[in-house]
């Protein structure tokens, strides 16, 4: 039996897809599969995808002739090319559209763009385009899948990626790090992500005013880099708010799990890296019921109305007066991380598809 090839296609690469990438070829060369991966350069570094057992092939975040030609070139021969993201999608298309073989396209969407005006109905043309020339499309919760199909996607599924699963300090190890943020007699509060407009960081910063008269006052922390850390820095000085800037961090899960409350003030999520994470570890979380939040925390978090600021300040605060509740969130948490589909089932669900579409 002649091996499966496939591609998988990265394009700006956000820490989910780029996890979700390499999960899923260790799990594919576990399985006989050859992969190759294409992607930036500098996302090799950080996710070792021959580590993995995959070829690697950098591919510029350009869609230039050159960037084109080259990702034509690694698609040669290939079974079935995955593409992961608008971009990637895009590209990959163009890199297709030039073989003298048809080759299927499998595109997921692992979230959606959030540009407004004349940018905006530029990505939304992309985004039909993408759909329409893929031969399935993944989307990482029901309402992405619901966007594709109305895109005009000709197979649209949902796919709840998985992600590898973070693991948990010894409670020694949370008392050592939050001695060293100096967190060791007032709540820590924890966000994560991109410093971007769309995070919601201005919202949380406003709800950070009302929890300076809290004794003891929280401290929230924002690890992440960004445009936006200007504008955020300045907010902090101005209005002396209890809130650090930790920047790029490695220790993202270590951080999470010495926190007392994890917050997610999102415009817009799919499958949240830090909710997922924050529930394995049985953090309690405040997130906005926005995208795919709802039907991934279930009822395991407390949810809020995006930019409401008044009702993230309260959320947080009766959380971090009433133990019992955090307690009861974060036993909910774990049980409902066990709802999610595992990286073996990711993994074989993908590889059905492959095989469906290689044999058409």
Known sequence: MTQLRTVQVLGGGSAGSSAHVRSLAAGLVARGVRVTVCAPADIDRA????????????????SD?????????????????????????????????????????????????????????????LERRAVRAAAVVFGTCSELVDRARAGGARDARLAPAATPTPLTLPAAGHGKLRAELGVVERPLLMAVGRLEQHRGYGTLLDAARSWRDLDPAPMLMIAGEGPERGTLRRRIADEGLQVRLLGRR??????????????????????????????????????????????????????????????LSSAVTRLLSDPARREWLSEAGRAQAGTWPTEDETVAQVLSVYDELAVA
Do not use: I, K, M, N
Request: glycine share 8%; with cysteine; hydrophobic share 55%.
């Open 250 to 311: 490695d220790d993202v899960t270590e951080l999470l799990a010495a926190a007392d409350v994890a917050v997610l003030p999102s415009r817009w999520e799919s499958r949240s890296l830090l909710a997922q994470e924050a529930l394995r570890l049985g953090v309690p979380l405040v997130a906005t019921a926005v995208g795919g939040v709802p039907e991934l925390v279930g009822e395991a978090a407390e949810l809020v109305p995006y930019g409401d600021a008044a009702a």
């Open 65 to 125: 002739p050159a960037a084109v030609g080259a990702l034509r070139a690694a698609c040669a021969g290939a079974d079935v090319v995955h593409a992961h993201g608008l971009y990637a999608a895009v590209r990959a298309a163009l890199a297709l559209a030039g073989q003298r073989r048809r080759v299927p396209l499998v595109v997921t969407w692992h979230t959606r763009t959030h540009d407004e005006g004349a940018r905006a109905a530029v990505l939304r043309l």
């Open 47 to 62: 996710y070792d995808f021959a580590g993995a057992g995959a070829h690697f092939a950098p591919v510029p975040r350009r």
